[in-house]
């Protein structure tokens, strides 16, 4: 089931199932309302996205009528997620799914937001998109990647090979708008080669976690893995990666994977793209489909927005992905 697409002129509802709204200051979200307007779009809030309890966001009971609310909108063609947090798990077994799937819309966001998509995925079939969260557009430079690619997904219908960006940032950039740090990027690197073609699911890793064992994990079997972490343990990254790739690997279905692609690893891990090729290397479970990493999603920017349900195809070096 795939959403209508945008066109200038439509409604889009800022949410906040994860992180309150409240952590974007005034000014950088005047920078990202004027984003959208720029590319014709109106920008809506919803009732409670900027209220603030112990997990840093609003009751469960105010999140869910916020989803709600947005979803039976007709004037609302698109939700997007206000930023990441902790607590969207929370929400998954008191969301409506049988209104999701008569209300159909694009919905958006990544990091905690992972959970909420893939669940609206694994429960309605409806095509969801991990992309930039609301605060995402308030990055005043670097951003015109971020922006080319949500538009090829939000307002387009046609087919796309993903390019490497030519630098990336990992700094406080809502901090320091104006004196960022950009690093070369290095690209992708094939850590296995091959060609493969899949449906796509995946997201930030040990949030797609929470979903082993329940209703709301998509299937795994003929699927295109993409995934990422942060760097929220440090130099320990490798060892809560590695981890999680195995439990991962340990879920039914992980046997008829097609393809895994890795997001970018922040600079906090401190772990070189080639210590990490090594230790994926040496995954049996790994040898025998194609494993990229170092690709522009995740928690450094600029990212490009990956439609989970929509096929993608793995061509050695070349990754495409195919619109309905």
Not at 220 to 248: Q, W
Request: aromatic letters at 10%; one cysteine or more.
């Amino acid at each position: 089931m795939v959403p209508n697409k945008l066109k200038k002129g439509d409604e889009i509802r800022v949410i906040a199932p994860s992180g309150s709204l409240s952590r974007l200051d005034p000014i950088n979200f005047n920078i990202a309302k004027e984003r959208f307007e720029k590319i014709g779009l109106k920008v809506s809030i919803s009732k409670n996205a900027y209220n603030v309890d112990e997990y840093s966001t609003s009751s469960v009971e105010d999140r869910i009528n916020d989803l709600h609310e947005a979803f039976k909108d007709n004037n609302v063609k698109m939700i997007i997620c206000a930023i990441g947090g902790y607590s969207v798990i929370q929400l998954l077994n008191e969301i409506d799914y049988e209104l999701i799937s008569k209300n159909p819309k694009i919905i958006i966001g990544y990091s905690d937001n992972t959970a909420l998509l893939n669940a609206i995925y694994a429960k309605t079939g409806l095509v969801t998109y991990l992309g930039p969260n609301f605060t995402d557009f308030a990055v005043k430079k670097g951003f015109d990647y971020t922006l080319d690619y949500f538009i090829k997904v939000a307002f387009g219908n046609s087919n796309f090979e993903i390019i490497d960006s030519s630098d990336f940032s990992d700094d406080k950039w809502y901090i320091h708008q104006d004196d960022r740090v950009f690093i070369k990027n290095d690209g992708r690197i094939i850590v296995n080669t091959g060609e493969a073609e899949g449906l796509i699911v995946g997201g930030n890793l040990c949030t797609l976690q929470l979903l082993q064992g329940t209703e709301y994990m998509p299937s795994l079997e003929n699927k295109i893995l993409f995934i990422e972490d942060d760097d929220l343990v440090g130099d320990t990254f490798i060892f809560e990666f590695d981890r999680n790739l195995h439990s991962l690997m340990l879920q039914p279905g992980f046997d008829k994977v097609k393809g895994l692609i890795i997001g970018r690893n922040q600079l906090g891990t401190k772990l070189s793209n080639d210590e990490f090729k090594k230790v994926l290397q040496g995954k049996k479970e790994l040898k025998n489909i194609p494993v990229i990493i170092n690709m522009d999603f995740g928690h450094t920017r600029p990212l490009f927005t990956i439609p989970i349900g929509e096929k993608c195809i793995i061509d050695k070096d070349k990754v495409t992905i195919i619109q309905s």
